[in-house]
């Protein structure tokens, strides 16, 4: 998997991100059964940044704390099938590899959340990462059942890391 890291905040957390956002990535990925190697990209922002973004893309006057730009039209939540014949759309033609998206994480907001919360940053961080890659796998959380499926994945990857609430 190649994972390329912005950290335009230059925030610097107790734990190493881009090896804990590694480790949440190919977790999220190794669980959806994904048969390619693949490529995502992670921004670390601010509160500010994040809020132009999601006004800019989405319409919505507010900080949030993770955006997903999904690369991969999914026909159905975790079917890579989708992409097949398809190369040319979704997968780099150097590398080989399925490109599936962008995130962006507000690091102002991780630092937040997880006082909020009463967790660690690290738990906090990768919760928001593999919450983004399970949309980046096609899931959203529109509706009741979709919003539980993705509950239900992310806190099974995060145990099986390790990564638990404190």
């Known amino acids: 998997m190649n994972f390329y890291v912005e950290n335009e905040a230059g925030e610097k957390f107790p ?4 090896d804990t956002a590694r480790l949440v990535c190919e977790a999220v990925l190794a669980k959806e059964e994904c048969p390619y ?32 730009f999904p690369n991969v039209d999914f026909e159905k939540e975790g079917d890579f099938g989708a992409v097949e014949n398809r190369e040319a759309d979704y997968f780099d033609p150097d590398t080989g590899e399925l490109f599936l998206g962008d995130i962006m994480i507000s690091v102002d907001k991780v630092r937040e959340q997880a006082e909020q919360y009463g967790h660690s940053l690290r738990r906090e961080f990768a919760f928001l990462v593999a919450h983004s890659m399970l949309h980046l796998c096609g899931y959203d959380h529109e509706e009741e059942a979709g919003a539980k499926r993705m509950e239900q994945k992310q806190e099974e990857i995060l145990a099986g890391l390790g990564i638990t609430r404190d």
């Not at 734990?15 to 881009?18: C, G, K, M, P, S």
């Not at 995502?40 to 006057?61: A, C, K, M, P, Q």
Request: charged share 35%.
């Open 15 to 18: 734990f190493d991100a881009e």
């Open 37 to 68: 190697d693949a490529a995502v990209n992670l921004v670390l922002t601010d509160n500010e940044e994040i809020h132009r973004v999601n006004l800019e893309s989405r319409g919505i006057d507010r900080t949030t704390d993770v955006l997903s």
